[in-house]
Every structure is written in C-alpha cells, then in structure tokens.
C-alpha cells in the first residue's frame, strides 16, 4: 500500500472510531482505478469490513449511513468510492462458522 493511502487508511480507523468497532479491515484498491477521474484528483477507492455493536437492530442503509457521518471529511477528497461491508458481532460470527448471517433489512 502506498504511503498516502496508508495515510488515509489511519484517518478512516480513527473517524471509525466513535462506532466503537471491534474489527475494522480496509483495503485499499485505488490502483485498479489508475487513470479514472476519481483517482486523478486523488480520491481512493476503498472496500471496508467494519463489525460493530451500534450496528444491531440497524438496516442496511441506517449503517451505511452512520459510516458515511463518521467519515464525513474524508469523502470530500481523500475518498472517491466506498464499499461498505457492516456486521453486528453475531452476524460475523455466523458468517465465520458457517452459518447464514440473519438478514440485514435493506430500508
């Protein structure tokens, strides 16, 4: 990984931080988007795995929604794309052994 987008990876686990995640896992693919207009002006394209308590009883765009208020200032350069994975702890775990995840509402 690059220094910038390690940089940026820090910024985003410590704006995560007031989710209280127990798992934060970032990947950084801006390097599949060299040359699109996003990656020009310096914006990466990030895939995040984030597993957290404040997550349960949330749909699925309640959660996106929490991530996005939290990286708020990064999204306007730092961040051109976002894929968002959000977990409760259970539905990790069951993710983990095997099981299906309950599902998550989508509204």
Sequence with gaps: MSAPGSNTADRIREQLAVLSPT???????????????????????YNLYVISTQFESLTSVARHRLIYAALASLMRREIHALSINALTPEEASAIAHGGSSKQIPAS
């Excluded at 934060?24 to 020009?40: K, L, M, P, Q």
């Design 23 to 45: 798992l934060v896992e970032i990947d950084d693919d801006s390097h599949r988007h060299a040359g699109h207009a996003g990656a020009t002006s310096g914006g990466g394209h």
